[in-house]
């Protein structure tokens, strides 16, 4: 990946809205060379998808607290049935699982407090292996999602 394929990616995690037109224009090329790189990117997988980013609160997904799970039992069968039940989750926005203590964190998205309450009492609670579930509940938005830091680096070429 060259610095132009850099710059196309630093460009669309910014705006997946752009022309064709627009982004070759952003970037320095003319719009066949542009789409061709953009297509590769695709193609190989550098590009998953694109999505739109939506404000939580105007569609009812306003609460969005961390919780960290500590397991109780980690064997392989429970871990994996864990997980599969974690990932088939709509409320469960992000999950990631840990290096030590806690086990897992994960990012719930529910329109409120009493929402987050029903989720972990029904839902979280219930899932296999689980010895401990903390709350984390963010007092505000420091930084959103900007995508990852994929800007040309100095003295590279393309």
Do not use: W
């Amino acid at each position: 990946m060259d610095r132009t394929d850099r710059r196309i990616l630093h460009e669309l995690q910014q705006d997946g809205r752009l022309t064709n037109a627009e982004l070759a224009d952003r970037v320095g090329l003319t719009p066949s060379p542009c789409l061709r790189r953009v297509r590769q990117l695709e193609r190989s997988g550098v590009i998953r998808g694109y999505r739109a980013m939506l404000d939580g609160a105007a569609v009812g997904c306003g609460f969005q607290p961390f919780v960290t799970v500590v397991m109780r039992h980690e064997d392989r069968a429970t871990v994996a049935e864990f997980e599969q039940r974690v990932a088939e989750l709509p409320e469960v926005v992000e999950a990631h699982r840990l290096f030590g203590d806690p086990d897992y964190l994960l990012k719930i998205a529910v329109a409120d407090v009493a929402a987050y309450e029903r989720f972990i009492t029904d839902v979280l609670s219930g899932l296999p292996g689980i010895a401990q579930v903390n709350s984390l509940m963010t007092m505000k938005r420091v930084k959103e999602d900007t995508g990852l830091p994929v800007r040309p680096a100095a003295g590279s070429r393309g």
